[in-house]
């Protein structure tokens, strides 16, 4: 993914390390650093901060690249099924099981990466016989007796606080130390330049379209609250990629915002150089006056005369 042209248009910055958050650098730093070990990784935050972006991109720099990157949400499957799923079955292993049996994901993922999304959910029954996966890379499919061998990457997420969970007694202590090998620490949706050029670089290589993005484009995008959290920038960039013409501008990307984020962006986004440092005027005045409650005061502050100061908070404060 390194070898790809940045898609930032008229700009020579490196598409994934490109920030403004030093947090989500180091996150970025780190899971380069660890790419190419097979030490089991811990994934932590919010629900939609791009959890499973991360430990796709891990896997996208490793040397299992080539071979599967499969994932399971462990809150999403019944607890009964969750077995079958991640394990496999024999033939005639159980009521409804398939006449030729069934691969788990364990062992499809075999050589690859298995991302288990929402661990915090695992019954404690399953959490035992995953601490058996790590320990010792084999697995024994339901209605069998011998183990099979696997050769498998563990990259575990979750949004809970599985310490607390391990004192709750909710979660094996064994098995969070040895999920807990390396711990990334996702912040929080904020830095948007990295997480919106690699949806641009993923969508662009997965539909053969060369599309790059103008800077102003993605300040639009720094701008705007994102409550639809990381689905919903990805969302926008994969639609953006197959209707803009291989470009996406400001005029393309308000196109295609829905009418509450487009008023939202609006809203935040000045109409110009002019507006924009009005709105720094009156926040620099408001905020001085509200503290000071004197013009003089302001007025030193801002080194302007007092008279201008007056006027300036006459325009933008209520004056008591």
């Not at 796709?56 to 099924?81: M, V, W």
């Not at 390396?182 to 969508?203: E, G, H, M, Q, Y």
């Not at 997965?206 to 409550?227: D, M, N, Q, V």
């Amino acid at each position: 993914m390194n070898n790809i042209q940045s898609p930032i248009l008229q700009s020579g910055r490196d598409p994934l390390f490109t920030s403004s958050n030093g947090t989500m650098q180091r996150v970025l730093q780190l899971c380069q650093k660890i790419s190419n070990v097979d030490s089991t990784v811990l994934i932590l935050g919010e629900s939609g901060t791009g959890k499973s972006v991360l430990a796709q991109y891990i896997h996208n720099l490793s040397s299992r690249k080539q071979r599967p990157f499969l994932t399971i949400n462990c809150a999403s499957i019944p607890e009964s099924l969750l077995e079958s799923e991640l394990f496999g079955y024999s033939v005639g292993a159980f009521t409804g099981a398939l006449k030729h049996g069934k691969i788990g994901l364990i062992e499809a993922a075999n050589h690859g990466t298995l991302f288990l999304d929402e661990i915090g959910e695992l019954p404690l029954q399953m959490q035992a016989k995953l601490l058996h996966v790590i320990q010792h890379q084999e697995y024994i499919p339901l209605g069998e007796i011998k183990p099979k061998k696997v050769n498998v990457r563990i990259i575990a997420a979750t949004n809970r606080d599985l310490y607390e969970m391990v004192i709750k007694k909710q979660l094996r202590e064994d098995l969070y130390y040895r999920l807990n090998v390396i711990d990334i620490k996702v912040p929080s949706l904020r830095d948007i330049i990295p997480l919106a050029t690699f949806f641009l670089l993923k969508n662009s290589s997965r539909f053969g379209i060369s599309c790059k993005i103008t800077e102003e484009a993605l300040h639009l995008l720094e701008t705007y609250s994102w409550p639809g959290n990381i689905r919903q920038l990805e969302n926008l960039i994969e639609k953006l990629v197959v209707a803009a013409d291989h470009l996406i501008d400001v005029q393309n990307l308000m196109e295609h915002f829905n009418p509450v984020a487009k008023a939202s962006v609006s809203q935040a986004f000045p109409s110009s150089l002019e507006a924009a440092m009005e709105e720094v005027e009156k926040k620099l005045v408001t905020e001085l006056y509200e503290n000071l409650k004197s013009s003089r005061k302001v007025a030193d502050v801002l080194k302007v005369s007092q008279t201008k100061a007056y006027r300036l908070i006459r325009k933008y404060c209520t004056l008591s």
